[in-house]
Protein backbone atom coordinates (compact mmCIF):
# COMPACT_ATOMS: atom_id res chain seq x y z
CA UNK A 1 0.00 0.00 0.00
CA UNK A 2 1.15 3.61 -1.10
CA UNK A 3 -0.17 6.30 1.25
CA UNK A 4 1.03 10.28 0.48
CA UNK A 5 4.20 9.00 -1.17
CA UNK A 6 5.10 6.49 1.83
CA UNK A 7 4.83 3.12 1.02
CA UNK A 8 3.04 0.98 3.54
CA UNK A 9 3.78 -2.77 4.49
CA UNK A 10 1.03 -4.53 6.14
CA UNK A 11 3.32 -7.52 7.88
CA UNK A 12 3.03 -11.26 7.02
CA UNK A 13 5.43 -12.82 8.91
CA UNK A 14 6.23 -16.29 7.76
CA UNK A 15 7.77 -19.01 9.83
CA UNK A 16 9.77 -22.14 8.55
CA UNK A 17 11.23 -25.11 11.27
CA UNK A 18 10.39 -27.90 12.64
CA UNK A 19 6.73 -29.45 11.95
CA UNK A 20 6.07 -28.48 15.94
CA UNK A 21 6.70 -25.14 15.61
CA UNK A 22 3.33 -24.13 15.21
CA UNK A 23 1.46 -25.26 18.25
CA UNK A 24 1.46 -22.13 20.03
CA UNK A 25 -1.20 -20.47 22.37
CA UNK A 26 -2.90 -17.85 20.51
CA UNK A 27 -2.37 -18.74 17.27
CA UNK A 28 -6.15 -18.40 16.18
CA UNK A 29 -8.20 -18.81 12.84
CA UNK A 30 -5.79 -21.05 11.53
CA UNK A 31 -6.18 -23.34 8.02
CA UNK A 32 -4.14 -25.27 6.11
CA UNK A 33 -3.60 -24.45 2.68
CA UNK A 34 -2.00 -26.75 -0.41
CA UNK A 35 -0.05 -24.88 -3.04
CA UNK A 36 1.36 -25.87 -6.03
CA UNK A 37 4.50 -23.39 -7.46
CA UNK A 38 6.16 -23.29 -11.25
CA UNK A 39 9.22 -25.12 -9.39
CA UNK A 40 7.04 -28.26 -8.28
CA UNK A 41 5.61 -29.11 -4.38
CA UNK A 42 6.45 -27.46 -1.59
CA UNK A 43 7.57 -29.18 1.95
CA UNK A 44 4.10 -29.69 3.49
CA UNK A 45 0.89 -27.85 3.18
CA UNK A 46 1.14 -23.77 4.65
CA UNK A 47 -0.26 -23.38 8.06
CA UNK A 48 -2.12 -19.70 7.70
CA UNK A 49 -3.66 -18.45 11.08
CA UNK A 50 -3.49 -15.37 12.99
CA UNK A 51 -1.32 -14.09 16.04
CA UNK A 52 -2.00 -11.17 18.18
CA UNK A 53 -3.99 -9.61 15.25
CA UNK A 54 -0.77 -10.12 12.98
CA UNK A 55 -0.98 -13.14 9.81
CA UNK A 56 1.31 -15.64 10.61
CA UNK A 57 2.41 -18.29 7.75
CA UNK A 58 3.95 -21.64 9.22
CA UNK A 59 5.73 -24.08 6.86
CA UNK A 60 7.15 -27.03 8.37
CA UNK A 61 10.27 -27.00 6.52
CA UNK A 62 10.65 -31.06 6.39
CA UNK A 63 7.09 -31.61 6.57
CA UNK A 64 5.33 -32.70 9.11
CA UNK A 65 6.39 -35.84 10.56
CA UNK A 66 10.20 -34.78 9.04
CA UNK A 67 9.61 -36.87 5.92
CA UNK A 68 12.38 -34.75 3.79
CA UNK A 69 15.85 -34.38 4.16
CA UNK A 70 17.91 -31.44 3.43
CA UNK A 71 19.30 -32.10 0.04
CA UNK A 72 15.74 -33.00 -0.82
CA UNK A 73 14.14 -29.82 0.31
CA UNK A 74 12.64 -27.95 -2.37
CA UNK A 75 13.71 -24.42 -1.90
CA UNK A 76 12.27 -22.88 -4.79
CA UNK A 77 8.67 -24.17 -4.08
CA UNK A 78 8.93 -23.29 -0.32
CA UNK A 79 10.13 -19.67 -1.13
CA UNK A 80 7.62 -19.40 -3.57
CA UNK A 81 4.69 -20.35 -1.52
CA UNK A 82 5.67 -17.83 1.00
CA UNK A 83 5.68 -14.88 -1.48
CA UNK A 84 2.69 -16.52 -2.90
CA UNK A 85 0.50 -15.56 0.11
CA UNK A 86 2.07 -12.45 0.87
CA UNK A 87 5.11 -13.43 3.39
CA UNK A 88 6.70 -10.24 4.00
CA UNK A 89 9.29 -11.39 6.80
CA UNK A 90 10.66 -15.01 7.59
CA UNK A 91 11.72 -16.22 10.72
CA UNK A 92 13.96 -19.64 9.87
CA UNK A 93 14.53 -21.98 12.94
CA UNK A 94 16.93 -24.88 12.52
CA UNK A 95 18.49 -26.83 14.71
CA UNK A 96 22.44 -26.65 14.23
CA UNK A 97 25.94 -28.02 16.01
CA UNK A 98 28.34 -25.59 17.69
CA UNK A 99 31.83 -24.87 16.56
CA UNK A 100 32.54 -22.80 19.19
CA UNK A 101 32.65 -23.63 23.22
CA UNK A 102 31.27 -20.55 24.21
CA UNK A 103 27.98 -21.96 22.52
CA UNK A 104 26.33 -25.27 24.23
CA UNK A 105 23.60 -27.46 23.77
CA UNK A 106 20.48 -25.06 24.31
CA UNK A 107 21.64 -21.93 23.23
CA UNK A 108 20.42 -19.79 20.54
CA UNK A 109 22.61 -17.83 17.63
CA UNK A 110 21.02 -14.73 15.93
CA UNK A 111 23.19 -15.76 12.51
CA UNK A 112 24.66 -12.66 10.96
CA UNK A 113 26.30 -14.56 7.80
CA UNK A 114 26.21 -17.94 6.05
CA UNK A 115 29.23 -20.10 4.35
CA UNK A 116 27.56 -22.28 1.46
CA UNK A 117 28.94 -25.26 1.43
CA UNK A 118 26.40 -27.12 -0.48
CA UNK A 119 26.75 -28.18 -3.76
CA UNK A 120 23.29 -30.61 -4.83
CA UNK A 121 20.69 -28.00 -4.78
CA UNK A 122 19.02 -25.57 -6.96
CA UNK A 123 19.80 -21.80 -5.92
CA UNK A 124 18.19 -19.51 -7.89
CA UNK A 125 15.34 -18.76 -9.18
CA UNK A 126 16.67 -16.95 -12.46
CA UNK A 127 18.59 -18.46 -15.20
CA UNK A 128 18.97 -19.24 -19.08
CA UNK A 129 16.08 -16.59 -20.28
CA UNK A 130 16.41 -14.13 -17.11
CA UNK A 131 19.14 -13.53 -15.70
CA UNK A 132 19.83 -11.90 -12.14
CA UNK A 133 22.53 -10.95 -9.72
CA UNK A 134 21.17 -10.28 -6.49
CA UNK A 135 23.52 -8.82 -3.34
CA UNK A 136 24.41 -11.64 -0.87
CA UNK A 137 27.04 -9.16 1.11
CA UNK A 138 24.61 -8.89 3.89
CA UNK A 139 22.04 -12.09 4.19
CA UNK A 140 20.34 -11.43 7.28
CA UNK A 141 18.00 -8.57 7.98
CA UNK A 142 19.51 -6.70 10.49
CA UNK A 143 15.75 -5.05 11.62
CA UNK A 144 14.56 -8.61 11.95
CA UNK A 145 17.75 -9.46 13.95
CA UNK A 146 17.15 -6.62 16.28
CA UNK A 147 13.69 -8.00 17.24
CA UNK A 148 14.61 -11.18 17.87
CA UNK A 149 17.62 -9.77 19.61
CA UNK A 150 15.29 -7.99 22.17
CA UNK A 151 12.22 -10.53 22.26
CA UNK A 152 14.96 -13.28 23.42
CA UNK A 153 16.79 -11.03 26.07
CA UNK A 154 13.23 -9.99 26.93
CA UNK A 155 12.57 -13.58 27.71
CA UNK A 156 16.01 -14.69 29.31
CA UNK A 157 17.00 -17.22 26.58
CA UNK A 158 20.36 -17.74 26.50
CA UNK A 159 21.43 -16.29 22.88
CA UNK A 160 24.02 -14.74 20.99
CA UNK A 161 23.85 -12.01 18.00
CA UNK A 162 26.31 -12.13 15.34
CA UNK A 163 28.18 -15.38 14.04
CA UNK A 164 28.62 -16.98 10.67
CA UNK A 165 26.62 -20.50 10.29
CA UNK A 166 28.39 -23.14 7.69
CA UNK A 167 26.09 -25.17 6.13
CA UNK A 168 27.10 -28.29 4.75
CA UNK A 169 25.18 -30.70 2.00
CA UNK A 170 24.50 -33.63 4.51
CA UNK A 171 23.27 -35.53 5.34
CA UNK A 172 25.99 -37.18 7.01
CA UNK A 173 27.56 -35.51 9.93
CA UNK A 174 30.96 -33.61 9.48
CA UNK A 175 34.20 -35.76 9.71
CA UNK A 176 36.48 -34.11 12.14
CA UNK A 177 38.74 -32.83 9.70
CA UNK A 178 35.70 -30.78 8.34
CA UNK A 179 34.64 -29.80 11.40
CA UNK A 180 38.13 -28.53 12.51
CA UNK A 181 38.59 -26.88 9.53
CA UNK A 182 35.58 -24.63 10.04
CA UNK A 183 36.31 -24.23 13.23
CA UNK A 184 39.64 -22.06 11.91
CA UNK A 185 37.50 -20.67 9.55
CA UNK A 186 36.01 -18.65 12.50
CA UNK A 187 32.37 -19.97 11.74
CA UNK A 188 29.90 -20.69 15.02
CA UNK A 189 27.40 -23.28 14.11
CA UNK A 190 27.05 -25.43 11.51
CA UNK A 191 23.68 -27.18 9.89
CA UNK A 192 22.07 -28.10 6.45
CA UNK A 193 19.11 -26.19 5.85
CA UNK A 194 19.80 -22.50 5.61
CA UNK A 195 21.40 -22.40 1.79
CA UNK A 196 19.74 -21.95 -0.10
CA UNK A 197 16.61 -21.13 1.29
CA UNK A 198 18.60 -17.51 2.49
CA UNK A 199 19.59 -16.59 -1.16
CA UNK A 200 16.09 -17.79 -2.53
CA UNK A 201 14.48 -15.18 -0.27
CA UNK A 202 16.82 -12.76 -1.10
CA UNK A 203 15.84 -13.18 -4.30
CA UNK A 204 12.27 -13.32 -3.65
CA UNK A 205 12.38 -9.72 -1.82
CA UNK A 206 11.34 -11.34 1.17
CA UNK A 207 13.87 -10.39 4.77
CA UNK A 208 15.00 -12.69 6.10
CA UNK A 209 17.02 -13.98 9.75
CA UNK A 210 17.77 -16.88 10.93
CA UNK A 211 18.01 -18.25 14.61
CA UNK A 212 20.25 -21.40 15.06
CA UNK A 213 19.39 -23.20 18.39
CA UNK A 214 22.05 -25.40 19.52
CA UNK A 215 21.52 -29.11 20.24
CA UNK A 216 25.00 -30.74 20.52
CA UNK A 217 28.87 -30.02 20.41
CA UNK A 218 30.05 -30.60 16.31
CA UNK A 219 32.70 -33.88 16.52
CA UNK A 220 35.92 -31.44 17.58
CA UNK A 221 34.14 -31.24 20.99
CA UNK A 222 36.30 -33.54 23.29
CA UNK A 223 33.14 -34.78 25.06
CA UNK A 224 31.47 -35.35 21.59
CA UNK A 225 31.54 -39.26 21.98
CA UNK A 226 29.88 -39.16 25.25
CA UNK A 227 26.67 -37.42 23.67
CA UNK A 228 23.95 -39.64 23.30
CA UNK A 229 20.56 -39.44 21.45
CA UNK A 230 18.52 -39.14 24.45
CA UNK A 231 20.70 -35.49 25.50
CA UNK A 232 20.32 -34.31 21.91
CA UNK A 233 16.50 -35.07 21.88
CA UNK A 234 16.08 -33.82 25.43
CA UNK A 235 17.94 -30.43 23.90
CA UNK A 236 15.36 -30.38 20.89
CA UNK A 237 12.25 -30.51 22.59
CA UNK A 238 14.03 -27.77 25.28
CA UNK A 239 14.55 -25.69 22.56
CA UNK A 240 11.54 -26.36 20.63
CA UNK A 241 9.46 -24.81 23.76
CA UNK A 242 12.00 -21.92 23.95
CA UNK A 243 11.69 -21.45 20.09
CA UNK A 244 7.73 -21.21 20.51
CA UNK A 245 7.50 -18.89 23.45
CA UNK A 246 10.24 -16.61 20.77
CA UNK A 247 7.67 -16.78 17.98
CA UNK A 248 5.32 -15.27 20.63
CA UNK A 249 7.15 -13.00 21.77
CA UNK A 250 8.75 -11.68 18.38
CA UNK A 251 5.42 -11.19 16.54
CA UNK A 252 3.86 -8.65 18.42
CA UNK A 253 7.46 -6.48 17.66
CA UNK A 254 7.51 -7.07 14.09
CA UNK A 255 3.81 -6.72 13.34
CA UNK A 256 2.58 -3.60 12.98
CA UNK A 257 2.07 -1.50 9.60
CA UNK A 258 5.85 -0.67 8.82
CA UNK A 259 8.05 1.55 6.04
CA UNK A 260 10.27 0.00 3.02
CA UNK A 261 13.27 -2.31 4.91
CA UNK A 262 15.83 0.28 5.66
CA UNK A 263 18.45 -2.21 4.97
CA UNK A 264 16.83 -2.93 1.23
CA UNK A 265 15.87 -6.33 1.54
CA UNK A 266 12.40 -5.79 -0.04
CA UNK A 267 14.10 -4.13 -3.06
CA UNK A 268 16.60 -6.35 -3.85
CA UNK A 269 15.99 -6.94 -7.44
CA UNK A 270 15.93 -2.92 -8.25
CA UNK A 271 18.87 -3.79 -10.27
CA UNK A 272 19.81 -7.40 -10.11
CA UNK A 273 18.26 -8.24 -13.35
CA UNK A 274 20.76 -8.63 -16.39
CA UNK A 275 19.11 -10.16 -19.56
CA UNK A 276 17.98 -7.11 -21.67
CA UNK A 277 13.66 -6.50 -21.54
CA UNK A 278 13.56 -7.78 -25.20
CA UNK A 279 16.07 -11.17 -24.68
CA UNK A 280 14.06 -12.49 -21.88
CA UNK A 281 12.39 -15.69 -22.45
CA UNK A 282 8.54 -15.69 -21.56
CA UNK A 283 7.76 -18.89 -20.19
CA UNK A 284 10.35 -18.18 -17.36
CA UNK A 285 9.02 -14.51 -17.50
CA UNK A 286 5.89 -16.45 -16.12
CA UNK A 287 7.37 -18.57 -14.05
CA UNK A 288 9.11 -15.77 -12.20
CA UNK A 289 6.28 -13.58 -11.22
CA UNK A 290 5.40 -14.19 -8.06
CA UNK A 291 8.73 -13.94 -7.18
CA UNK A 292 9.40 -11.03 -9.50
CA UNK A 293 6.76 -9.70 -11.11
CA UNK A 294 7.61 -6.58 -9.33
CA UNK A 295 10.18 -5.37 -11.36
CA UNK A 296 9.60 -7.51 -14.73
Known sequence: MQKAGIMTVTPVIGILGGSGLY?????????????????????D???????????VVFLPRHGRGHKIPPSGLNYRANIHALKAVGVTDIISLSAVGSLKAELPPGHF??????????FAREKSFFGAG?????????????????ALEESANALGLPVTRGGTYLVMEGPQFSTL??????????????????????KLAREAEICYATVAMVTDFD??????????????????????????????????????????????CDRALEYAI?????????????????VAGRVL
Not at 34 to 40: A, D, E, N
Not at 177 to 198: D, H, K
Not at 275 to 287: G, I, K, N, S, Y
Open 23 to 43: NIEGLEDTRWVKLTTPWGEPS
Open 274 to 290: ITAAEARDPAVLAQLQT
Open 109 to 118: VIVGDFIDRT
Open 45 to 55: ELLIGSFAGTK
Open 177 to 198: AESNLYRSWGCSVIGMTNMPEA
Open 130 to 146: CVAHVSMAHPVCPRLGD
Open 219 to 264: CWHEDHDAVTVETVVKVLFDNADKARNLVKALIPKIGAPRGQCPAG
